[in-house]
């Protein structure tokens, strides 16, 4: 399993990131799959998850209503649209498969500052 984020970088408050995890070593279209992010000095947090077939989208309460969590089955591409960003949105962001979770990628970093 190989999971490859990228998308992240440097935005001001309000701005907005779209963030990829491309996947390899397993079927995509078979799996949930979900974002987390992980701030300095503390605990990874889960952030969103989707459904097999894109159609239940769950989100954690700090993000509902500004993220956005979509997959392209065909790509085997997991996004995270991300709007009216704010500084406590930095952090290093991972996506995960559910059922197969102790595979992580090396993460994209997120930068929300003036």
């Known amino acids: 399993v190989q999971l490859v984020e990228s998308g992240g970088g440097l935005v001001q408050p309000g701005g907005s990131l779209r963030l990829s995890c491309a996947a390899s070593g397993f079927t995509f279209s078979r799996f949930a799959l979900r974002w987390y992010r992980q701030a300095p000095g503390e605990e990874r947090e889960w952030v969103a998850a989707i459904s097999i077939v894109g159609d239940t989208k769950n989100y954690a309460d700090s993000v509902k209503g500004r993220f956005t969590i979509s997959r392209d089955n065909a790509k085997n591409t997991v996004y995270l649209q991300m709007n009216s960003l704010k500084p406590e949105d930095t952090a290093v962001y991972y996506c995960?498969?559910?059922?197969?979770?102790?595979?992580w990628g090396q993460g994209t970093q997120v930068t929300v500052s003036s």
């Open positions: 995960n498969v559910a059922g197969i979770s102790k595979y």
